[in-house]
């Protein structure tokens, strides 16, 4: 037997061409071929090693703390970018004690970025830029942008003569804006029974909008006697036909412009009297049809004034009545009768 198992031990050697190792251990390899029995089992062993890793995760899940779980993400830029600013707030104001946002407000505002480097006006006419600025008491280069009170500054320019109204808003990082609205005279209205001033300047609907104060603009037509009249219907009447021949000089006719009223008088009856400015006749204008009557003024001044000698004709002339038979303009010379 022992020699039967040398023959194969030799057969083994020639066939592989090589010797094993003395003292080694011979490696055998074993397979095991499980039956349908043995693999019945296996399955039925995968099958409790399952149930038990579900059972250990759900414990291990039911022992978190509620709200646990991973982190999402990271935080945005601009949220770490806020809280940070809240945080260095709080820790100045905290610093600083009890007056330290006032503390902190007086800082920003004394930052030269933010003042005020030009100051922008537009809408004046009647009133000068260096004034409304100096009544606005803004300050280039001193008065910040941060804080300024533009509803007070607002307040303050509408007490200015001729501004009626005014807007200011900040243009960031260092510009103040204001835009005017001024009133619009269109004459002026003797007040005597007036507490404050015997002339006021009025607009096209007749209203008083601020006393004519020394040394202010009088270059406006000035509208007598319409204060004296006792009737308020007559007065409103009449008031109503001053407005109309204003607003038809305002359209500046080269033949009677604005410019060339001198007075308009009102008498005791709400009848109107023109004077101009360049001759000394009155125009009686009587009481309505004020826009006829003006429209026929104009051709009759414009006649004269195409005559060789018009600047005779008119300096003889006594008046001119625009009411004469209803239809008519009467023009009274001297000496002609």
């Given amino acids: 037997m022992m020699k039967k198992r040398l023959g194969l031990k030799k057969i083994v050697e020639r066939l592989t061409g090589r010797k094993p190792a003395r003292n080694a251990y011979a490696k055998t390899e074993v397979r095991i071929h499980?039956?349908?029995?043995?693999?019945?089992?296996?399955?039925?062993?995968?099958?409790?090693?399952?149930?038990?890793?579900?059972?250990?995760?759900?414990?291990?899940?039911?022992?978190?703390?509620?709200?646990?779980?991973?982190?999402?993400?990271?935080?945005?830029?601009?949220?770490?970018?806020?809280g940070f600013v809240l945080l260095t707030v709080v820790a100045v104001a905290l610093f600083w004690g009890v007056n330290g946002p006032e503390r902190l407000y007086k800082g920003i505002q004394s930052i030269a970025f933010f003042k005020v480097g030009d100051v922008e006006i537009s809408g004046c006419r009647m009133v000068s830029k260096d004034k409304l600025q100096e009544a606005s008491g803004i300050i280039p280069?001193?008065?910040?942008?941060?804080?300024?009170?533009?509803?007070?500054?607002?307040?303050?320019?509408?007490?200015?003569?001729?501004?009626?109204?005014?807007?200011?808003?900040?243009?960031?990082?260092?510009?103040?804006?204001?835009?005017?609205?001024?009133?619009?005279?269109?004459?002026?209205?003797?007040?005597?029974?007036?507490?404050?001033?015997?002339?006021?300047?009025?607009?096209?609907?007749?209203?008083?909008?601020?006393?004519?104060?020394?040394?202010?603009?009088?270059?406006?037509?000035?509208?007598t006697g319409l204060m004296e009249l006792a009737d308020e219907q007559q007065r409103a009447k009449s008031l109503a036909e001053v407005l109309a021949f204003l607003k038809k000089v305002g359209n500046n006719d080269p033949h009677l412009p604005a410019q060339s009223i001198s007075e308009i008088h009102v008498n005791q009856v709400g009848e109107i009297v023109v004077h101009m400015v360049e001759y000394p006749f009155p125009i009686f204008f009587g009481s309505g049809n004020t826009n006829q009557k003006y429209s026929r003024l104009v051709q009759v001044l414009r006649s004269l004034y195409k005559k060789p000698n018009a600047k005779e004709l008119l300096s003889q002339i006594e008046y001119i009545q625009m009411d004469y038979l209803n239809d008519k303009v009467l023009v009274a010379q001297g000496g002609s009768g």
């Fill in 34 to 82: 499980a039956g349908p029995e043995d693999q019945s089992r296996f399955q039925a062993r995968r099958h409790r090693l399952a149930n038990l890793k579900k059972r250990f995760l759900a414990k291990k899940s039911a022992q978190q703390p509620e709200g646990y779980g991973r982190p999402t993400g990271r935080k945005s830029p601009a949220g770490m970018y806020a």
């Fill in 141 to 223: 280069r001193q008065t910040s942008l941060i804080g300024l009170n533009t509803v007070g500054i607002e307040a303050q320019l509408s007490t200015v003569h001729w501004v009626k109204r005014a807007v200011v808003r900040r243009d960031w990082p260092s510009t103040v804006r204001i835009t005017i609205e001024e009133n619009v005279p269109v004459a002026i209205l003797n007040t005597p029974g007036s507490q404050d001033a015997p002339l006021h300047y009025i607009d096209m609907k007749g209203a008083q909008v601020m006393p004519v104060i020394h040394g202010a603009d009088v270059d406006f037509p000035v509208v």
